[in-house]
């Protein structure tokens, strides 16, 4: 027997994924319910039923990407402040290795201005929560004796996060800015040690964020 509860969480699902595929893409403002309508096959209405107002998808989509940061940044919490760094790298990496998208973050905040005040505050609510891990992640690093920096690691966490929210968009033009502003932050916080490693690293952290992204909300 069907279960009708089951088949609108799986119509839910499928409306939020093809509304983050095309708000990564294109930005919010850039898509309507006819977009995704079109996509499903189905009326506007049939998209208005799980989300009446378009400020109701993206408070949606918001929740679930910070679900999913969350469930990401636990499961790196045992690995060493250089190895969680990688990690933290990974997640750009996925972003641009899918159509040169850019990061949720970065999405949020090009936008910001004319986003609804309720998807504002869960917007707000999300990149706190990216910029705290990587300025928990230097802070370890240091205290920890793996990294070393001058500044405070408030500062250097700020950075880091900026720096990667900000080269996915510069990759988008030239491909080679990724790697090189990777690097340029490894050399900044002091282990510089570019070798092969940091390829493997690279190849195995995309491989273990890919469920990260794909399953479940």
Not at 7 to 26: C, M, P, V
Not at 109 to 126: G, V
Request: aromatic share 8%; glycine share 6%; with cysteine.
């Amino acid at each position: 027997m069907n279960d009708p509860h089951a088949a609108r969480q799986d119509t839910r699902k499928i409306i939020l994924d093809l509304a983050e595929a095309l708000w990564l893409g294109r930005g919010f403002n850039s898509f309507s319910y006819q977009h995704i309508s079109r996509e499903l096959g189905v009326k506007n209405a049939a998209i208005h039923y799980h989300y009446p107002r378009k400020t109701d998808l993206g408070v949606a989509l918001i929740e679930r990407y910070r679900r999913r940061f969350a469930r990401f940044a636990e499961a790196q919490a045992g690995l060493d402040p250089r190895e969680q760094l990688e990690q933290y790298f990974s997640l750009t990496d996925a972003y641009h290795d899918q159509d040169q998208r850019i990061c949720p973050s970065g999405v949020l905040s090009s936008e910001y201005q004319t986003l609804p005040e309720e998807m504002q505050e869960a917007a707000r609510a999300f990149v706190a929560e990216m910029r705290a891990w990587a300025v928990t992640i230097v802070r370890d690093g240091r205290e920890c004796g793996v990294m070393q920096y001058p500044g405070s690691p408030e500062a250097m966490g700020e950075l880091v996060f900026a720096a990667l929210q900000g080269v996915l968009q510069l990759a988008r033009l030239d491909t080679a800015a990724l790697p090189a502003v990777k690097q340029q932050v490894r050399c900044l916080l002091g282990f510089a040690d570019a070798d092969p490693h940091h390829e493997e690293v690279h190849d195995n952290t995309k491989k273990s964020h890919e469920p990260h992204r794909r399953q479940g909300e």
